[in-house]
Structures are given as C-alpha cells and as structure tokens.
C-alpha cells in the first residue's frame, strides 16, 4: 500500500514516535531521516532545527492529551467523577505496552535548562493540567482545592514515570494509580 501521507507528515510522525520511544537527545535528525525515508534537507526545510521539530511534538502531545482527558472524563457526571474517570483511564494507559512515561516530563528531564524552548513548552503543559486539576476539585467541594490538585499533579506524574521505568510489567505501581487517586480525592473532600 502506498504511503499517501505528505513528506512533513512522515517527518514529523517518524521524529514524534522515536522522541517518545527513545528521547530527544537519543535520536538525531540523521535518524529521522533515515527511518522516514526523507532527506535532511527536506526535514530543514520544514522544520529549521531540531528544537521548532521537538516543539511541534510537544504542541501535538499536548493537543493530544487534551482530547484524551475529554474523551476519558466526557461521560462521567460532575467533577469528582471526572476526576476519577480521568485516573482510571490513566491507570490503563500507563499499564499499557503503548506508554513510554510523559513526553513533557521526559522533556524537562532531557532539557531541564528552564530557556529551552521544549522546557518551557513542557512547564506551561504542566501548570495548564493543574490548574485543571484545581478547578475540578473546586468543583467536587475540595476543602484545599489546590493541595488536592497538587496531589494528584504528583500522582498522574509518578504513574508516568513508573511505566517510562516498568513498562507493561506486572509490578508497574502505576497498575494502582486510580485507587490513590481516590483516597486522596475522598480525604481531601470529606466533609
């Protein structure tokens, strides 16, 4: 079957897979050109440097997980539900042999240099997720709505970086993100 896609689509879906599989650092420009079958030139002429290359990934990564988390939370009634639908959603993903961690977090780990244009990327990813986080627990009645959002920042984070670390293996502890998820949404909403 012939490819139909466009020569920056190759580029950019071959650079976006090796980036989350490999890292940023790990993978060249030669090997994004080798493995989509296009020439550096051509990849210059879209994409003028590696950084504008991995910021594009990190633009779609975040397009991307946006459409996720409302496809995870779309059904589920109020916020506390949603909450919790995201993390069991989660906890699936991050068991899956699909998932190499947080492409933002491996990016502020690679490039923790905070003027790096995929750091700062990253850095607004994170804060739009907690302040996301934030208004839901508002929302469920959160005594301290931002600790709570804080919480589980760190919650979704560690399940990230446990399947960058464990895979798909059976002693993955992000396999118990979605019941962490709930004792600390119920403690940090009791009445």
Not at 95 to 104: E, K, L, Q, V
Request: aromatic share 10%; charged share 25%; proline share 5%.
């Amino acid at each position: 079957m012939k490819d139909t896609r466009s020569p920056k689509q190759r580029l950019f879906q071959t650079a976006a897979r090796l980036f989350y599989q490999r890292g940023y650092r790990a993978v060249g420009v030669d090997s994004i050109a080798s493995e989509s079958g296009i020439g550096k030139m051509t990849l210059y002429r879209h994409y003028p440097s590696k950084d504008e290359l991995i910021v594009a990934f990190l633009e779609q990564s975040d397009r991307d997980f946006w459409g996720y988390f409302e496809q995870s939370t779309g059904k589920a009634a109020g916020a506390r539900a949603k909450l919790l639908a995201f993390f069991r959603a989660l906890q699936g993903y991050v068991t899956s042999p699909t998932c190499y961690g947080c492409p933002f977090l491996n990016m502020a780990s690679e490039y923790p240099q905070a003027d790096h244009p995929g750091h700062r990327v990253a850095l607004e990813h994170k804060r739009a997720v907690r302040a996301r986080f934030r208004k839901l627990a508002e929302d469920a009645g959160a005594r301290r709505p931002q600790a709570l959002a804080d919480g589980l920042l760190l919650l979704m984070d560690g399940a990230y970086l446990a399947a960058r670390m464990y895979g798909a293996s059976p002693d993955n502890p992000g396999a118990g993100v979605a019941e962490a998820a709930r004792r600390l949404i119920d403690a940090g909403c009791a009445l």
